[in-house]
């Protein structure tokens, strides 16, 4: 089945700066690749994906990356703000599979 | 605005009690699915759904049924609860099968 290695665990950026997280998969036959921003107590969120026809997405400061080729995807966040700080999963999916495959999380705190 | 609704926010068990977690969405989802969330260990998939009086199972299965008799709704049943039970519970729902969820608040359960 699918893997998908996320990295780093824990980020710690000074607010303004960049944040990047990378994730691997496994599955060539992968083709879709959210992203989920959880809060503290709080339910994951959908904030950003990508379907494996386009190499990149930007949605105002926070954009998805995709490299087939080489099989990782990475979340780029600018000028962090500290309502940022929150935990990100990756994901990807295969049709086949009919789930989403999770990476273990990144644990991301925006200092002000 | 599309909703997952968990039913209980917090349980407390006894072990070997049976436990029922309910899950209903109003968004006419194809797709339902159950995971468990314990700190380090990331978003792990119990069962899930693709149809109604469908069911797949996930990564941890043992020791879970579930449910799924509507379209809207689906439960998670542990048969004989376990102190290792003890986690945080996530439903979430997808229109396709290579789709972003939505999950639901969560439902912290305590085994004791």
């Known amino acids: 089945g699918e893997n998908v290695e996320q990295h780093p665990s824990t980020l710690s950026v000074q607010e303004g700066d960049s944040a990047v997280i990378k994730c691997t998969y496994s599955d060539s036959a992968s083709n879709y690749f959210p992203w989920y921003k959880q809060e503290l107590g709080k339910r994951p969120q959908l904030i950003i994906d990508i379907r494996s026809n386009v190499g990149e997405k930007k949605d105002q400061r926070i954009a998805v990356t995709l490299n087939k080729t080489a099989k990782h995807f990475s979340l780029h966040i600018t000028e962090t703000q500290p309502e940022d700080s929150a935990v990100y999963f990756c994901?990807?999916?295969?049709?086949?599979?009919?789930?989403?495959?999770f990476g273990d999380g990144t644990t991301l705190t925006v200092k002000p | 605005d599309v909703k997952v609704t968990q039913s209980s926010r917090y349980l407390v068990k006894r072990t070997g009690e049976k436990v029922f977690l309910e899950c209903v969405q109003d968004?006419?989802?194809?797709?339902m699915f159950w995971y468990r969330q314990d700190p380090g260990l990331g978003l792990r998939l119990i069962y899930f759904s693709y149809d109604v009086k469908m069911k797949e199972k996930g990564d941890i299965p043992e020791g879970y049924s579930v449910s799924r008799e509507k379209k809207e709704r689906f439960s998670l049943i542990l048969e004989s609860a376990s102190t290792n039970q003890t986690s945080m519970y996530l439903c979430?729902?997808?229109?396709?099968?290579?789709?972003?969820?939505?999950f639901g608040s969560g439902t912290r359960l305590t085994v004791v």
């Open positions: 968004m006419d989802h194809e797709n």
């Open positions: 994901a990807a999916s295969t049709p086949n599979a009919g789930k989403s495959t």
């Open positions: 979430a729902s997808s229109r396709d099968r290579v789709d972003g969820y939505t």
